[in-house]
C-alpha cells in the first residue's frame, strides 16, 4: 500500500498572515489598553484587577499560541504581558485582603491588624507603581510591533463583575471520618503539618538563601487545599457555631494564603522576567523599570514575615481547640526535621521501609 505524505504539524506564518495575526491581537489588547491607560489617574480597586488579569492571561495564551515567545518582533510584548500579569495578581490578592479583612475573625489585637492593614495599602501603592511603569511601557511596544488600534478612552465598568471559582470539594486523599470532631482534629493536624513544614522550608531559610516560586507554590497550594476543606466540611456547621476559635482558623488560612498569592506572584516576576536569572536583553529593559532588588525585599521583609505570624497565631489558636475538645495533637502529629545530606554521600544513602513506623513505634512505646 503507497504511503502518502503527512502535511507538517508546524507552520511558518508569512506576512499575510502576519497581518491577520496582528489585527486580532488588536481587538485583543483594545479594551486592555483602555484599562491600563487609566491606571495613571483612577483609583484601583479589585474589578479593575481582576479584569486586567482576566485579559492578561487571554492575551499571553493568544501570544503562546501563535509562538511569540520564540519571535524577535512580539517577544518583549509577550514579556511585558506576562509582567503585568503577575504584578497584577500581587495588587489583586493586597486589595482582596484589604476588602475581607474586616470579615476574617483573627487573634490578634486591633492595634495589630491596623498596623499590617496600613503595610499592606503601602505595598497597593508600590503595586500600583509596577504596573503602571509596565503598562506604559506596554502600549509603547504595542505601538512599535504595529498594533493601531484606537485606545476606548471610556469603558464600562460597572459590567465587571468578579466572579469566583467554583470546584469540587477536594476530598480525593480526605479520610472517612463521621464524627464532627474527628472532621475538626483531621483538619487541624494538617494546617499544623503544613506550618511546621512552612516554618522549616521557608521562614527558617538563611538570609543568603532564595526563596524560590516553586517552594511558595507548594504552600500556597496547601494553604488553598486547606481553605477548601474547611469550606466544605465546618463552614456554617453546629460545630462551628459550637467552637467560637474555628472561625479563627477561617481567618489566619485565608489571609496567609492570600499572602502566599502575592509572594508567588512576585517570586515568579523576579525569576523569570527580570536580569537575575533572564539571559535575554528585554529582561534588562523590564528590570530598568523595576527594581529586582526591591521585589526581593517585599518579599523577604513583607510577604514571607506576616504569611508566617498569621499562620503561627493561627497555631494558637488551634491549641486552645484541641484543648477544648480535650485532645493532644501530639498523638496525631509526627514532627517533621530536615536531613541534610552530603552531596559525596547521596549515593550511599539508603533508608528501610520500616525506619519510619519503627520510630513512631519507639515514640510511643507501642
Not at 39 to 51: A, D, G, W, Y
Not at 115 to 132: A, G, H, I, P, T
Not at 154 to 162: F, V
Not at 351 to 360: D, M, S
Request: proline share 3%; hydrophobic share 40%; with cysteine.
Amino acid at each position: 500500500m503507497e504511503s502518502k505524505s503527512l502535511p507538517s504539524l508546524v507552520e511558518i506564518m508569512d506576512e499575510k498572515e502576519i497581518k491577520k495575526f496582528l489585527k486580532e491581537l488588536e481587538v485583543l489588547c483594545r479594551d486592555f489598553f483602555s484599562l491600563i491607560q487609566r491606571l495613571k489617574n483612577s483609583e484601583i480597586n479589585r474589578e479593575i484587577c481582576f479584569f486586567l488579569q482576566k485579559k492578561s492571561e487571554e492575551i499571553e495564551v493568544f501570544l503562546d499560541d501563535y509562538g511569540a515567545i520564540n519571535n524577535k518582533r512580539f517577544f518583549y510584548f509577550r514579556e511585558l504581558i506576562a509582567s503585568v500579569r503577575w504584578i497584577n495578581i500581587a495588587l489583586f490578592q493586597s486589595l482582596h485582603i484589604i476588602g475581607r479583612f474586616r470579615n476574617y475573625e483573627l487573634d490578634f489585637p486591633e492595634e495589630y491588624k491596623a498596623s499590617f492593614l496600613q503595610e499592606v495599602r503601602k505595598n497597593c501603592e508600590f503595586y500600583l507603581s509596577c504596573l503602571r511603569k509596565l503598562g506604559e511601557e506596554l502600549i509603547k511596544e504595542g505601538e512599535k510591533i504595529g498594533i493601531k488600534s484606537k485606545i476606548r478612552r471610556k469603558i464600562q465598568l460597572d459590567s465587571l463583575e468578579i466572579i469566583p471559582k467554583k470546584i469540587l470539594p477536594p476530598d480525593l486523599d480526605e479520610k472517612v471520618l463521621k464524627s464532627k470532631k474527628g472532621r475538626v482534629v483531621e483538619i487541624l493536624m494538617k494546617f499544623l503539618e503544613i506550618l511546621e513544614k512552612f516554618t522549616i522550608y521557608v521562614c527558617d531559610l538563611k538570609s543568603n538563601q532564595e526563596i524560590t516560586e516553586e517552594a511558595l507554590e507548594t504552600f500556597r497550594s496547601s494553604f488553598n487545599r486547606l481553605q477548601s476543606l474547611y469550606d466544605s466540611y465546618l463552614k456554617n456547621t453546629d460545630i462551628e457555631r459550637k467552637i467560637e476559635d474555628l472561625k479563627k482558623i477561617r481567618g489566619h488560612i485565608s489571609v496567609t494564603l492570600h499572602l502566599l498569592e502575592i509572594g508567588k506572584a512576585l517570586a515568579h516576576f523576579y525569576e523569570r522576567h527580570t536580569t537575575k536569572i533572564r539571559k535575554y536583553s528585554t529582561a534588562i529593559k523590564i528590570s530598568l523599570l523595576i527594581n529586582p532588588s526591591k521585589i526581593k525585599s517585599n518579599l523577604k521583609k513583607f510577604v514571607i514575615p506576616n504569611a508566617f505570624n498569621f499562620a503561627q497565631r493561627g497555631k494558637k489558636v488551634s491549641e486552645r481547640i484541641f484543648k477544648l475538645l480535650k485532645t493532644d495533637p501530639d498523638e496525631y502529629i509526627i514532627e517533621t526535621k530536615p536531613l541534610i545530606i552530603p552531596s559525596h554521600r547521596i549515593e550511599d544513602f539508603h533508608i528501610r521501609p520500616i525506619i519510619p513506623v519503627t520510630q513512631v513505634a519507639n515514640k510511643y512505646k507501642a
